[in-house]
């Protein structure tokens, strides 16, 4: 039992994404203590990486982290949250110089990548010492990676060759790392370290026409291809990559077999659409609270504040519902959660601005001595709260511009009763909107399309609910974060067999 426990170990997966799971919190008496972090990549990951007994190379959200201080656990932590389980040696925390960050990760990812790659170049700034921050902080992560490498061969090698597992995968995840995995192959080949790599972007990948505005789209294309699997959501992600892959890089590439190939390597190319630990939801669903009165219908968003998930659309639609469709004033109220999100970068202090305003300004135009249309929880809430929300809720409102996947309208199918469902209203823009089909589409950029169809959710049958919300709750039960995880396992597996490594056709 030991000798596989250590097995085990020894074929750990390297998860290195920018952000740890946890962020560190600096206490009055100097120590530090962690708090579970919000998005998509954590809420998928974390989980992976606590089953595959993984390490985890990343950012501890603090400016001035010192990798020589000890972290204080969480005096009551969240043991329903993703993180619940993660061991802190799993975590391999690193530390950078706080402009060289702020430059790197306000500036290049969060106001160039972010908007570019969600198809908002008019919001993108370009900027040279934002880049060269980029290609250094890459660099850091590269060789905190190297050590982790280093590591799990070295635990890899006391094993008897018999009972040796394969080589470690090094996972790379979303846009802040893009440039990490030609680093970390070339250290492996001077130290003669096996291992296999693989990339997941978790946000889109936009048409050659958008990625092309990026000045040094070449060598961001090329980092990716560093790895041997570049994994997206859908099948145009896939698709616009391997486009510019061709169009910029002049590289071979292959839109049936899905792979690329640069300098004498073949890289693979897969959709692979990100799923939920649905069975947790869904349990915890059962057993949460009851949090609002039945007397009303509940339509519901959950966002991190972020302008593209659609939140200053959405609630004019919503303004626009209640003044068409005055029969639900009194009788129906919107609630929106947003989790604070990356407040130093100005185009989200000011959208927080536009956001209050808005709220006050239809609060104030719609309420009543006894009711108020819309309720504004600025914060993130616990598991146990997100699931009562999603449960009771009659409506989940997710509208979203532009969005890589969407990971709130799979927890708020899974949270749905299979007695008495909600209906889910669904952007086309997410990655999502393509695959879960039987949702109330809308456009969330056509106002009174969205005021409409909240209207046509409010009062739809039962038979016609739970006929959606089944077939929704059937493929995110199947399509869940373990199936994620096992297709990535075998693309990375089917790399131990010679006959999918040639470097030519
Ligand atoms: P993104 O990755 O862009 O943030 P997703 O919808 O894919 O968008 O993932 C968001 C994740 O963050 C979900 O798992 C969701 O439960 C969590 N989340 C978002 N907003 C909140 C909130 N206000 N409170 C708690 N969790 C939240
Ligand atoms: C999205 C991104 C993640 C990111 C998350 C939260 O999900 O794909 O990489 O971690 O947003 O954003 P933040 O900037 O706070 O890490």
């Not at 402009?99 to 908002?120: A, I, R, V």
């Not at 969005?403 to 086309?428: H, R, T, W, Y």
């Amino acid at each position: 039992k030991s000798e596989d426990k250590q097995n085990r170990a020894a074929a750990s997966l390297i998860v290195v994404s920018n952000r740890l799971p946890f962020v560190l919190k600096r206490e009055e008496d100097g120590t530090l203590t962690r708090k579970a972090s919000a998005g998509g990549l954590v809420t998928a990951v974390a989980p992976v990486v606590v089953d595959n007994h993984g390490i985890w190379v990343g950012w501890t959200g603090l400016d001035d982290f010192d990798e020589e201080t000890e972290v204080i656990p969480e005096s009551s932590p969240d043991d329903k949250a993703p993180t619940a389980g993660l061991r802190p040696d799993q975590a391999i925390p690193l530390s950078v110089n706080p402009k060289l960050f702020d430059e790197y990760y306000n500036g290049c990812c969060n106001e160039t990548y972010w908007p570019l790659f969600h198809s908002m170049p008019d919001r993108a700034v370009f900027n040279r010492d934002h880049w060269k921050a980029y290609q250094d902080v890459n660099d850091i992560f590269a060789q905190k990676t190297l050590e982790a490498v280093r590591s799990v061969h070295e635990k890899r090698m006391a094993i008897p060759d018999c009972s040796r597992p394969d080589p470690p995968i090094v996972w790379i995840h979303d846009y802040h790392l893009m440039l990490a995995a030609n680093a970390i192959r070339d250290g492996c080949n001077d130290e003669g370290l096996q291992v296999r790599m693989g990339f997941f972007l978790h946000i889109p990948f936009p048409s050659f026409d958008i990625i092309r505005i990026f000045p040094w789209v070449d060598e961001i294309l090329m980092g990716m291809l560093g790895c041997d699997l570049v994994g997206f959501h859908i099948g145009d992600y896939c698709l616009n990559f391997l486009d510019c892959c061709q169009r910029c890089l002049g590289c071979r590439t292959d839109k049936n077999k899905m792979f690329v190939e640069h300098c004498g390597r073949r890289v693979m190319v897969r959709a692979l659409p990100i799923g939920i630990p649905y069975h947790k939801f869904e349990s915890l669903s059962r057993i949460a609270p009851r949090v609002f009165p039945s007397d009303m219908k509940i339509i519901l968003g959950v966002d991190r504040l972020d302008y593209t998930k659609g939140l200053v659309a959405r609630l004019k639609s919503l303004e626009r519902m209640f003044k068409k469709y005055p029969k639900w004033i009194g009788k129906a109220i919107f609630i929106q959660v947003a989790v604070p999100s990356r407040v130093d970068v100005a185009e989200y202090k000011e959208l927080k601005e536009t956001i209050d305003r808005l709220v006050g300004h239809i609060n104030g135009e719609f309420s009543t001595p006894s009711w108020s249309p819309i309720r504004y929880i600025f914060g993130s809430v616990n598991q146990d709260q997100l699931v009562a929300f999603y449960r009771d809720a009659n409506v989940g409102l997710i509208t979203p511009l532009r969005d890589g996947m969407n990971l709130v309208a799979k927890e708020f199918v899974a949270c749905q009763s299979e007695s008495d469902p909600g209906v889910l209203i669904l952007s086309p823009f997410a990655g999502a909107g393509g695959l879960m089909q039987e949702a109330l589409q809308v456009n969330p950029y056509e106002t009174d399309n969205v005021a409409d169809v909240v209207d046509r959710a409010l009062e739809m049958s039962l038979d016609e609910r739970k006929l959606r919300m089944n077939q929704l709750k059937k493929r995110e039960k199947r399509m869940d974060v373990d199936a994620w995880v096992r297709s990535f396992l075998s693309g990375m597996d089917s790399l131990l067999v010679p006959s999918v490594r040639p470097n030519h056709d």
